[in-house]
């Protein structure tokens, strides 16, 4: 660490010091001006001595003050360690769908660690029901509770049995982990759509759905 132009308590600046020509501490001698000082000409030094006292300690506070915050920064862009046996959270910038051949898209958000379910397998996992246009139609988490399904068996919709079984070019999820699906109509709702009344549905037919999963484990 660079250290500061001077420290606390041992610089002393040119204007507050006394010119003594003997470097003799204990006896210093001092010349004096033959002139006479004139009156209140001693009042304006020790003010201007104060005034420059003052002046430095703020600047050294300042200085301080800068060089621990970018410190600070400079810890935080530092990468921290992942505790052992942690998920793995992906940037948001290197999270893509990626497309498999049924026409289902998925992104691993994190990763987890746990096991993968097992085709029949009580399991519970929160999630949040996006429109293509972003419009949140459904979600776990606002009701306080996990949904609890058997997995695999058709119990809920077709995106969301192979998005966390996994086949067809889709990777299984794992306990723990969390997923980014976009299904299209025909692994949704498809042509019927959902909580239709009155002519109006919460999910229209024919859309696309995107869900946010994470899979917690078996129930």
Known sequence: MKSLPFSAGTYIPKILNPKILNKNVENPVIRWSKTKPKMGSIDIVEQQNEKAIVLLKRREGVG?????????????????????????????????????????AFCDKVVGKGPEAVKGQLIKAHYVGRLENGKVFDSSY??????????????????????????????????????????????????????????????????????????????
């Open 64 to 104: 301080l003050g800068l060089y621990v915050g970018i410190a600070d920064v400079l810890l935080q862009l530092l990468p921290q360690p992942c505790p052992s046996g942690a998920a793995v959270e992906i940037a948001p910038a290197a999270c893509e769908l990626t497309v498999s051949p049924s026409g289902l």
């Open 142 to 219: 606002n009701r306080g509770k996990p949904l609890t399904f058997r997995v695999g068996v058709g119990e809920v919709i077709k995106g969301w049995d192979q998005g966390i079984l996994g086949g067809d070019g889709v990777p299984p999820m794992l306990a723990g982990g969390k997923r980014t699906l976009r299904l299209p109509p025909e692994l949704g709702y498809g042509m019927r759509g959902a909580g239709c009344k009155g002519g109006s549905c919460i999910i229209p037919p024919d859309s696309v759905l995107l869900f946010d999963v994470e899979f917690i484990g078996k129930a």
